[in-house]
């Protein structure tokens, strides 16, 4: 399955992983250094939880910390990955409530884990568009550049999923 979709021209993030919120982190995979080399963004124990949208043997996290993987496309989703994103964003608000440091990640750290994180934003009391801008203040301008995923976000993943199933089943 194809999960990057390279046509939006992004820029490689700055950081391997940016604070959202205290306890939530959205990261990514890759990551370009002030020296603009492109590393590796591994994760060890940093984290208490760490959910993986995209994943790449070698990036971690150690065998000791819980690891969610659950990879989903950077397109339009159906509605059964509309749900599993709806399950993790729970999972990872959870989480949060319960005092322990959560990373979502993808490939960049732009796309899919701004839908999982901006849903759990949600869930943890915020509208749309105040989750929107707090993951593009603190992660990138970049992030959710997916307009599709914004557009679930507006919209509303219970509504989403909802409609994603009307187009599978006709």
């Not at 205290?22 to 994760?43: E, K, N, Y």
């Not at 150690?62 to 709806?86: K, M």
């Not at 999972?91 to 901006?118: D, F, K, M, Q, W």
Request: aromatic content about 6%; charged content about 20%.
């Amino acid at each position: 399955m194809k999960t990057r979709q390279k046509d939006r021209d992004a820029p490689e993030p700055q950081a391997p992983w940016d604070e959202v919120r205290p306890g939530l982190w959205m990261g990514g995979h890759v990551w370009v250094s002030p020296q603009g080399q492109t590393q590796a963004a591994v994760v060890d124990v940093e984290f208490d939880l760490v959910v993986s949208l995209y994943s790449r043997e070698g990036h971690g996290p150690h065998p000791s910390v819980e690891h969610l993987v659950n990879e989903i496309p950077d397109s339009p989703l159906t509605a059964v990955q509309l749900y599993a994103v709806q399950q993790l964003a729970t999972t990872v608000a959870g989480a949060v409530r319960g005092n322990r440091t959560v990373l979502v990640r993808c490939h960049s750290g732009y796309n899919r884990s701004g839908l999982v994180v901006a849903q759990a934003l949600i869930e943890l009391g915020e509208d749309a568009a105040a989750a929107i801008d707090l993951i593009r203040r603190n992660r990138s301008p970049w992030a959710l550049n997916n307009r599709t995923f914004e557009q679930y976000l507006t919209t509303g993943l219970d509504i989403a999923c909802l409609l994603a199933g009307l187009e599978t089943s006709a």
